[in-house]
T-cell receptor
Framework: DTGVSQDPRHKITKRGQNVTFRCDPI?????LYWYRQTLGQGPEFLTY????????KSRLLSDRFSAERPKGSFSTLEIQRTEQGDSAMYLC??????????????FGPGTRLTVL | DAKTTQPNSMESNEEEPVHLPCNHS???????IHWYRQLPSQGPEYVIH???SNVNNRMASLAIAEDRKSSTLILHRATLRDAAVYYC???????????????FGQGTILTVHP
């Protein structure tokens, strides 16, 4: 399977702990996106990278959140000092952005975070 | 950002066509209309997109109104595997605020009855 993979699939943590999620995009995809989805809602954009450059960050991404994409390949999303409100599904997507600005995003299965 | 309006839910019977509407009365000339769907316990998946003309692919058809203020996603023969949340999303390819990210609304929950 050469789709987008995310690790771990599930994470349970205690309030105040730090967590890190990993996303491996489809090979050759130059764009990588992070979204967050809470129960009953559509996904909300968090941030995205073009290669290794972080091009946009949502206001939802507080100072406790940080994302990296070293070398323009996999990406990590870290949440420091987790709060119960951080409980959600964290989705990663990748795409190839060419000359036409209509890239199709391919989503991974998500990491479900539960903060106790 | 240009917004879309979709019904909260729709129902269909298996093997019948399904027409999922989307209103986007404030669409701009550079907004593409994208549809994604999300099956239970999975990440969203791309369905189809278009700008002005109707589009067909192996999954669905997209019918776009002449004034572009509405569109309809057509599933020609619904199967149980088509039960999902369907999202209609506008993406501005001219570098507007919606460029890059997908802005999901609530979507339409499609239930398919056997």
């Amino acid at each position: 399977d050469t789709g987008v993979s995310q690790d771990p699939r599930h994470k349970i943590t205690k309030r105040g702990q730090n967590v890190t999620f990993r996303c491996d995009p489809i090979s050759e995809h130059n764009r990588l996106y992070w979204y967050r989805q809470t129960l009953g809602q559509g996904p909300e954009f968090l941030t995205y990278f073009q290669n290794e450059a972080q091009l946009e960050k949502s206001r939802l991404l507080s100072d406790r959140f940080s994302a990296e994409r070293p070398k323009g390949s996999f990406s990590t999303l870290e949440i420091q000092r987790t709060e119960q409100g951080d409980s959600a599904m964290y989705l990663c997507a990748s795409s190839f952005q060419g000359l036409e600005n209509t890239d199709t995003q391919y989503f991974g299965p998500g990491t479900r975070l539960t903060v106790l | 950002d240009a917004k879309t309006t979709q019904p909260n839910s729709m129902e269909s019977n298996e093997e019948e066509p399904v027409h999922l509407p989307c209103n986007h009365s404030t669409i701009s000339g550079t907004d593409y209309i994208h549809w994604y769907r999300q099956l239970p316990s999975q990440g969203p998946e791309y369905v189809i997109h278009g700008l002005t003309s109707n589009v067909n692919n192996r999954m669905a058809s997209l019918a776009i109104a002449e004034d572009r203020k509405s569109s309809t996603l057509i599933l020609h023969r619904a199967t149980l595997r088509d039960a999902a949340v369907y999202y209609c999303i506008l993406r501005d390819v001219a570098g507007g605020t919606s460029y890059g990210k997908l802005t999901f609304g609530q979507g339409t929950i499609l239930t398919v009855h056997p």
